[in-house]
């Protein structure tokens, strides 16, 4: 008996399109599975097809895909209940046993057929011709069915046995629906928890599970090791099919054939007798006033939207996701702005972006459930012939709708945002900005998300039912994020726009708002045509074809509508104008693939003129002219250049910054020059001297530069000038010769076009780059002498002492002038600062004293004296065991959060808002980042300004793990043992975690790029060093090391133009090493 | 005050031809359109509703396409479909004073008398602030013609409001009806012959998508009269008799069959004579 419901159950399942709707879909994604789901993650060295990679990625399409499990094992049992022929069916002569086995058999089935897609689609994309073949391991069918039957089936069977009880337990179709989120929602929950093994266990989805499976093994080994019912896994199957058979068997005892036949609680009828009493006979029907006025519509959109808004308020099932939302969001949030280990404050900004990603999922799920929800809403519960019959405006109904979606969005944001405040209470923290919370959601998120919906309702007029609505919105989704990455993002045409950018305490949104507004103003334009839209296609009365309607449009479209789109139409070409004039007009906007080409033939034209011989900067004198409300600036300079060649030059070559906006202008040299204008597209001009200049010779060379941008541009990501927090250094300024940076340097893209392999650093012996400190170095050392004027709130910081500041004419001006010559890269920062200042001496006798300076935004002074600590302690550490400080004064610079870095200039390091500003600092658990940090740059100023490394392998080496190493010395001296340990945990940490990810790991001697080498590895190992050979003999050793090679008056330094290396470094270490250290030594730092 | 149907047909995309050319002049008072089920009654409600669209003829309002310009008409119109749900989890106040902003009632104080009077009107005062989703099948009837009453309607079609209702229910569904009809079109449509008896002024029958018969109740009565006959035979006989004569009904009274015939002449036979009903008239029109 079981098996003709079981072939029943099947034989209708596999008619209806859902099935094919499913398996298409999941077919497809599958094809683009792996990509999808590892993309901006990587792979490192494990192949594309590993049996690891396949399961994770399995894992992460069953967790996407569980609404689907959710709505196919769901509805069996419910649908005898929607259709009433429970009556009919249930008093047959079938068992429970029969009844419930067949269905859920027959659904079953057509999951696991629906699931096949899968494994199919994931096996089809293996195959496409996209994966480069060194990405892939040999096809072999069994590693994904294997994987499919360990990670996924067991999923599925779980799945299909909660929801199939919970359909059947609660015979509501809106439970069916939100389950599959509760499970995600669980999901995400597992991760909060600590204990990895739990963690693993508890993961539905078996994506930590698979982490702590892959735990023993290496990257290379992972590629063959396939995917069994071992260990974790095998705990993990076992744990949740037992959970899933529990839920089965409570459901099958609690289900009985006569408790889904009677009425889900809460449907009682009413008594009858209460409502027997005599009409009033007499009692006359006043006639009412019937208005279609404008002002009437507006009432009646009014009342709808309370009504509508009302509905939604009392639906069960958003509770229900709000509900968990809040608490999944909450419980995540424990951990805000995380740097090195050490939560921040929590600052509103943070909070805020902390909601904004976890709450995004709710949102949508609540946009793609209920757009679906409300359109349909009266068709489904056929109340629809009562108002389709009255003269309601379709417009003004679905508007309302709409209205009332918006308005929930509302509530949930102000939810959230009360959330927030209660976690900063609870934090001790009390800076609310309430107008920022309104700006993060109301701003920032509520028009993207009123234009999905209004995307969303127009996707469910046109479909068949709310189902394939929904669907449909979801596809529209997916394509709009893919074609992101394909390049297709002009603001124009990419629906929606883009998203606002970093909120800074320093300059607020900038200059990103204005633009974002017109965009989204523009946009939102477009959605209200989309409403009206919708509304003329929308169903009115009984069902009719959408083409049908699309026929029957001209009836629907009166007067005052068709007023209604031409206005909307007109402000939208007004304001797509608008736009387009600005991006692409008053801007140049370039494609992907126009930059690529640039590039290209940038490197192709100009390549071969890269150590074509060049005067060296020797002297730079400025007058810098900022306007930080136009975001612009006025240059004047003037460059000393100095043969320092062998030979007489004739010819130098002069490359502005390529960027628009920008002009060079004046270009005068001393003694005359004429201009080869040949690759004046690459703004890169030849002057022909008129004189050769001779060896040991310097000339001048004016010039003049300006910047002033015009409207706004499409990419509005440039954050060096803004409003406050100006922040940019020379690599502005004109620079001699070619520059290598705007070379192409993805390696996939540059194979496109047969351009060589591109190395990050050049190859350890390479004669052209030991001669430069850094790429392109146009420069041994120069003298700077700058002033700048700003405006007259803010104060101007660069490298050198400032010698003199006044004011004219309403603004602010600094001249700085260093003492010597200092390496050329320097920076200059503008800004309404706060200043905290000191001194250092290192002894109280002859040295001079060094001026201190910390420059901050008020409000930040959470950790001014950590640095200040730092500074002072750096400079005495290394100054007594190192070299004496060479400038008199150091600075640290406050710039804005867009990035979040610290970097060390002659005498100036300017420092990220999220870097140190703002941490909160415990001193019981927390290690003190803020002071290490300073440590660290402050150690530059010898590692990478007295000393530079040749721009070669290994170049990092002397200058980021030898600061490690200071910084590390430095925390040593003022904190107790525990803190360095728990630093080096830290460090270890992030090294593990770091190298999984990387497909190279050089030694230390020969690093590029690898920035896990070079500070995690590099401070761990430095550390052993010193604990090995004692913290003396390595501070000789740099010592030594600095008395030699340091600029222009190193013992061997000068006597060559190169510059010293990481053999040259090892060697001083070898020197102070014993004999039966050495291959320790070797081990750390070449093995 | 007129409505005008001309030639209307509608055949539904299954092949199912369920208005062919279907003409009728109704004018103030209660019409009556009688007809089995599956002749075509809801579908012809539905267009006069405006909610679907024929495929050929037209129906006019006076001076208003019915079909071209729905927005004016439902100005006018008030519907009790024959199936119609609604929200569970609202009053009956509220959602009444809902269907009333969708009439274009927006002035809040003109909807809430009009609101409390029909609440009282369909006795449902005691009630209404109880969840619709409790109501019974009579009550919800009752809000149903509670809304289609809302805006004073003079176009109102009711689809088959009595089936489901029990007779109390039904009676007093009638009076209420009753006084509505005076100053507007009512069309009422049903498969119960007493239904039209007991309340229309005019009455049509339609079958299969035509309309057969259409006049005064009681001249159609009229035309009947002195032709009917009936007789009380064996179940076994039934088929032979239905050879014989023009059977037009077969009963029961008491378990037994009895057949009633159109004669033009007394058949004898052990015939006897009846006045005819409307019911008669309904049987003679429909089982050709």
Same mark, same amino acid.
Request: aromatic share 14%; glycine share 6%.
């Given at each position: ?11 209708? /399942? ?48 069953? =967790? ?106 609660? +015979? ?47 990257? !290379? ?125 929590? +600052? ?43 003269? &309601?405006?379709?417009?003004? #109904?679905?508007?309302?709708? %709409? ?91 990419? %629906? ?52 049908? *309607?699309?026929?029957?449009? /001209?009836?629907?479209?009166?007067? $005052? ?35 690529? !080409? ?180 146009? #420069? ?37 002038? @260093? ?135 290994? *170049? ?45 790991? $050089? ?37 030594? %090391?600095?008395?030699?090679? *340091? ?41 | ?56 003829? #037209? ?13 004016? !008409? ?24 809902? %269907? ?5 009632? @927006? ?32 009550? +919800? ?16 079609? &009711? ?27 009512? &069309? ?66 008491? =378990? ?33």
């Amino acid at each position: 008996m079981w098996y003709e419901i079981f072939k029943f159950e099947l034989g209708y /399942r596999i008619r209806r399109p859902e099935a094919y709707v499913f398996f298409a879909f999941l077919f497809l994604f599958s094809i683009m599975g792996v990509d999808f789901i590892f993309q901006g993650v990587e792979i490192g060295l494990m192949k594309k097809n590993a049996p690891m990679v396949i399961a994770k990625t399995m894992g992460a399409i069953t =967790g996407l895909c569980m609404v689907m499990v959710s709505m196919v094992m769901g509805v069996p049992v419910l649908r005898d209940y929607q259709y009433n022929t429970e009556a009919l069916l249930f008093v047959n002569p079938i068992t429970k046993r029969d009844y419930l086995l067949g269905r859920f058999l027959g659904s079953f089935t057509v999951l696991l057929l629906i699931f096949s897609g899968l494994p199919l689609g994931m096996m089809l994309g293996s195959q496409m011709s996209w994966h480069p073949e060194e990405d892939m391991l040999a096809f072999n069918v069994l590693s994904y069915l294997q994987t499919f039957g360990v990670v996924v089936l067991p999923t599925l069977l779980f799945g299909a046995a909660v929801f199939f009880v919970t359909g059947m337990l609660s +015979k509501k179709l809106l439970v069916v629906y939100t389950q599959g989120v509760v499970l995600f929602v669980i999901f995400l929950l597992t991760k909060a928890i600590t204990n990895e093994y739990l963690q693993g266990l508890l993961d539905p989805f078996s994506l930590t599970t698979l982490t702590q499976f892959a735990k023993g093994f290496t990257p !290379v080994e992972l590629n063959n090791v396939p995917i069994s019912l071992t260990g974790i896994l095998l705990h993990s199957t076992l744990f949740w099919l037992a959970l899933g058979s529990l839920i089965f068997v409570y459901g099958y005892r609690r289900f009985s054939f006569s408790a889904l036949a009677s009425q889900p609680a809460g449907k009682t009828k009413i008594d009858l007798s209460v409502a027997e009493t005599a009409p009033l006979a007499d009692l006359k029907i006043p006639v009412a006033l019937v208005q279609d006025s404008f002002q009437a519509q507006c009432i009646q959109l009014l009342e709808l939207s309370k009504y509508y808004t009302l509905s939604l308020l009392k639906e069960t099932s958003f509770w229900a996701i709000a509900i968990c939302g809040i608490i999944i969001i909450l419980i995540n949030s424990v951990n805000l702005g995380t740097v090195f280990g050490v939560d921040s404050y929590p +600052k509103t900004y943070f909070i805020i972006a902390e909601l904004q990603e976890m709450s995004m999922f709710f949102f949508i799920i609540i946009l793609l459930f209920y757009s679906g929800e409300l359109v349909w809403k009266e068709r489904d519960i056929q109340q629809y012939v009562l108002n389709d019959a009255t003269p &309601i405006h379709d417009l003004t #109904s679905l508007a309302s709708k %709409f209205i009332a979606l918006v308005n929930i969005y509302i509530v949930l944001m102000l939810t959230l945002m009360l959330s927030g405040i209660a976690f900063q209470l609870y934090s001790g923290y009390y800076d609310f900005q309430l107008g920022l919370y309104c700006s993060g959601f109301f701003v920032e998120i509520l028009p993207y998300l009123m234009l999905y919906t209004l995307a969303a309702f127009f996707f469910q007029v046109v479909s068949k039912n709310k189902f394939i609505g929904i669907f449909l919105t979801l596809v529209f989704f997916i394509v709009n994020i893919a074609t992101e990455f394909l390049g297709f993002n002009h603001s124009l045409y990419k %629906f929606g726009g883009k998203p606002l950018g970093v909120y800074s305490e320093m300059n607020g949104y900038g200059h990103f708002l204005a633009p974002y507004l017109w965009i989204k103003s523009y946009w939102m334009v477009f959605g209200l045509l989309l409403l009206v839209l919708s509304a003329v296609l929308i169903h009115r009365g009984t069902a009719t074809t959408l083409w049908r *309607r699309i026929k029957g449009m /001209r009836h629907r479209i009166t007067p $005052p509508l068709r007023y209604t789109v031409v206005s909307l139409l007109s402000l939208f070409l007004l304001l797509g104008s608008y736009i387009f004039y600005n991006t692409n007009i008053l801007n140049t906007y370039w494609t992907n693939a126009q930059e690529q !080409v640039f590039r290209v033939r940038y490197e192709q034209e100009l390549k071969p003129l890269e150590y074509f011989p060049q005067p060296k900067i020797t002297a730079v004198q400025l007058d810098l002219e900022l306007y930080p409300e136009e975001r612009s600036y006025i240059l004047e300079g003037t460059y000393t250049l100095t043969n320092t060649t062998d030979s007489p030059i004739q010819e130098v070559h002069i490359q502005k910054r390529i960027a628009s906006h920008l002009e060079l202008t004046d270009v005068v040299f001393e003694g005359g020059a004429t201009v080869d204008h040949r690759y004046a597209e690459f703004d890169y001009t030849i002057y022909q001297l008129l004189q050769p200049l001779e060896v040991g010779d310097f000339i001048r060379m004016d010039f003049k530069q300006t910047y002033y941008p015009k409207g706004f541009e499409e990419d509005n990501s440039d954050v060096q000038l803004v409003y406050n927090g100006t922040f940019f250094n020379n690599t502005l300024f004109p620079s001699l010769g070619y520059n290598n940076k705007y070379e192409l340097q993805d390696e996939d893209e540059r194979a496109v076009y047969d351009l060589p392999e591109r190395a990050d650093k050049a190859k350890i012996d390479n004669p052209n780059e030991l001669v430069n400190a850094r790429s392109g170095g146009d #420069s041994d050392g120069l003298t700077l002498d700058i002033s700048i004027g700003t405006s007259k709130e803010q104060t101007a910081v660069t490298s050198g002492q400032l010698i003199k500041q006044w004011t004219d004419q309403d603004r602010n001006y600094f001249h700085y002038q @260093t003492a010597g010559p200092i390496i050329n890269f320097y920076s200059i920062v503008s800004a309404e600062y706060e200043v905290q200042r000191d001194r250092w001496a290192f002894d109280d006798s002859t040295t001079e004293e060094v001026e201190l300076a910390i420059y901050y935004h008020e409000g930040h002074e959470y950790n001014i004296d950590r640095m200040m600590e730092g500074m002072k302690a750096s400079l005495s550490y290394y100054s007594e065991h190192f070299s004496p400080y060479q400038y008199q004064q150091l600075s640290i610079m406050e710039f804005p959060r867009y990035a979040s870095f610290a970097q060390s200039f002659p005498a100036a390091i300017p420092f990220s808002e999220s870097l140190g500003f703002v941490l909160d600092i415990d001193d019981e658990t927390d290690v003190d980042m803020a002071f290490f940090v300073t440590a660290h740059e402050v150690a530059h100023q010898w590692f990478g300004m007295q000393v530079e490394g040749a721009n070669v392998q290994g *170049r990092n080496f002397i200058l980021e793990t030898l600061s490690q190493y200071g910084a590390l010395m430095v925390l040593k001296s003022a904190y107790p043992q525990e803190k360095v340990d728990q630093f080096l945990e830290l460090q270890k940490d992030i090294y593990e975690k770091e190298r999984r990810k990387a497909t190279s790991e $050089p030694s230390l001697a020969l690093v590029e790029n690898e920035d896990f080498v070079h500070y995690n590895k590099g401070a761990i190992n430095m550390y052993r060093l010193q604990q090995l050979i004692g913290e003396e003999r390595v501070n000789r050793a740099l010592q030594r %090391f600095i008395t030699d090679w *340091r600029n222009y008056q190193g013992e061997i330094k000068s006597t060559t133009r190169r510059y010293p290396t990481s053999n040259d470094l090892l060697e001083y270490f070898r020197a102070e090493t014993p004999e039966d250290l050495q291959g320790v030594v070797f081990e750390l730092f070449e093995g | 005050m007129k409505l005008t149907i001309t030639d209307l047909s509608k055949t539904y995309d299954n092949g199912v031809q369920a208005l062919q050319n279907v003409s009728l002049e109704i004018s103030k008072g209660m019409f009556g359109l009688l007809g089995p089920n599956g002749a075509g009654k809801s579908t012809l409600m539905r267009t006069i509703a405006t909610l679907q669209d024929a495929d050929g003829g #037209s129906i006019f309002l006076d001076d208003l396409d019915v079909q071209a310009q729905k927005h004016p !008409v439902r100005k006018v119109l008030g519907y009790l479909p024959q199936q119609f749900g609604v929200y569970p989890k609202m009053t009956a106040e509220f959602l009444l004073h809902h %269907f009333a902003v969708l009439k274009g009632i @927006t002035n809040k104080s003109d909807r809430k008398e009009i609101v409390n009077a029909l609440l009282h009107k369909t006795n449902l005062y005691e009630v209404r602030k109880r969840k619709l989703g409790g109501f019974s099948g009579g009550m +919800k009837q009752r809000f149903g013609i509670a809304q289609a009453l809302l805006n004073s309607p003079t176009l109102l079609i &009711i689809d088959e409001p009595t089936a489901g209702l029990d007779p109390k229910e039904r009676n007093r569904f009638y009076n209420l009806l009753g006084e509505i009809a005076e100053d507007a079109i009512v &069309i009422l449509s049903t498969h119960i012959v007493d239904d039209i008896k007991e309340l229309c002024t005019q009455m049509a029958i339609i079958n299969k998508g035509k309309v057969v018969l259409q006049g005064n109740p009681l001249q159609l009565i009229e035309q009947l009269n002195g032709k009917v006959y009936q007789k009380s035979i064996q179940r076994t006989e039934v088929a032979a008799y239905k050879k014989a004569y023009q059977v037009v009904n077969d009963k029961l009274f008491l =378990g037994k069959p009895i057949i009633q015939i159109i004669s033009e002449e007394n058949p004898g036979n052990g015939f006897t004579a009846v006045e005819a009903t409307l019911e008669e008239v309904y049987f003679s029109q429909i089982n050709n």
